[in-house]
Every structure is written in C-alpha cells, then in structure tokens.
C-alpha cells in the first residue's frame, strides 16, 4: 500500500497535495472508507468520540478526515468484518481508493486488523492509500512503546510492522505534558529500531519503500544506532 502516516490528518497544504499525489487522481474522484476501530481501545474516548469523528464534527479547526470532499465516505468497523463474512466486506476494501484510519490505541486497532483478515489484505492493496492519524499510523509499525500501551497495559506494545520505524505522534501538543519534544526523546532510547517523532503539521510518506517526510512543522528523527550507548 501507499501509506501517508500522520499525527493530526491532512492538516495543511503540503499534506494534501501529497494525498492527491498518491491518489493520483482529485480527492472529489475518490471513494474513501473511515475506520474508526482503534478509538474503542483507547480509554479516552468513547461513543460520543466515534460519532464526532466519523460525523466529522470535532471543533479544534482541522478538517477531518472524512471531510476532505471525497466522492463518497463509508465506514469500516473492522470488530464487525468477521461476523460479516470476506466475501462481503472484501469488496469494499477492494473498491476503495483510500482507507482514513483514525486514531485511539494502536495496539487494540492491530488486534482487530489480524482477527478481522485486513492485515492479509494489505499486500494485494497496491494503489490503495492508507491515512493514518496517531494510531492509525502507529498500528503500522513495530512497536509503540510502553507510554502509548492503554488498552491492555501488561501486554505488548507490538504492532504490525509494515514500516521498520516507530512513531510518536503530537510532539509538543499544547497543553500534553506527555508529548514534549524531551519525553520524545526519552521515548526513543527505549526503541529498538529507527524513530520519528511528528506534530500535527507533518506527516510521513511511504510509497515503494521509499520515505520521506512532509512538514510544515516539527518533528524529529532517531537512529537506533545512535542511541547505543
């Protein structure tokens, strides 16, 4: 898959010419389905959560996801997909252009990726784009670290290793005093493998195996190799 990997969505301009880009085609051509899956794992939020997301009806001044002017916008409860049966919901994913995968616990959202089949979906997805926002991109990496572990926090902070590099999402947010650029780069000595730490305006871009980082904000890069001492 093409995978735009984000903090806070398509929050500026260099993001969304990047989204079309991979679409390659205009945002009101494409069919979208939003996955709001991981919210339910993470103790924060709750129905009221989902519908404001999945309605788009948060009020902080971003544009949602599923308000972007797609051609159409479906929803995709992957906790629903094995009751529903392959043969039914496959074509769905199949027929989408983008999948806008939302934030919440990534660890939880990995659990229902493997246990609904999407994650064996995933290879035979060449043109789909996948958006992530904080653990919608996280759920695409190998591991979260303990701090971003809520949903079951004796287990593992494994997720599902698509991309060989962690992810802390909402660097310096005001007002989280648990996502300053310091308790990122705390985070960071305790990951075994390459690290980015991204704010609202950033994303990362992957396509082909090929990453790069779109930003017109903050963010910051860890190599494992220079954190070994």
């Known amino acids: 898959m093409k995978l735009l990997l984000t903090s806070g969505g398509v929050t500026n301009d260099s993001i969304r010419n990047a989204l079309v880009e991979m679409l390659g085609k205009p945002i009101g051509e494409a069919d979208a389905l939003f996955v709001p899956t991981a919210q339910w794992g993470q103790p924060m939020c709750s129905p009221q959560s989902v519908w404001n997301s999945t309605a788009g009806r948060w009020s902080n001044g971003v544009e949602s996801m599923v308000e972007l002017g797609w051609k159409s916008v479906g929803v995709l409860e992957l906790a629903v997909l094995p009751s529903v049966g392959r043969e039914r919901w496959e074509p769905w994913v199949r027929g989408a252009d983008v999948l806008l995968v939302d934030g919440g616990e990534a660890v939880f959202l990995a659990k229902w990726m493997r246990e609904s089949g999407l994650v064996d979906l995933l290879p035979e997805l060449h043109d789909t784009v996948w958006v992530g926002v904080s653990a919608g991109s996280m759920v695409m990496t190998p591991r979260v670290g303990r701090e ?41 000595t305790k990951i075994p493998g390459p690290a980015y730490a991204i704010d609202e305006e950033t994303a990362i871009r992957v396509v082909d195996g090929e990453v790069d980082v779109i930003s017109e904000g903050h963010w910051e890069r860890f190599d494992a190799q220079a954190r070994t001492s």
């Open 148 to 188: 971003f572990v809520d949903w079951d926090p004796d287990g593992t902070d494994e997720t599902l290793g698509v991309v060989d590099f962690s992810i802390f999402p909402h660097l310096d947010y005001p007002g989280w005093t648990e996502n300053t650029t310091e308790a990122a780069r705390r985070w960071a």
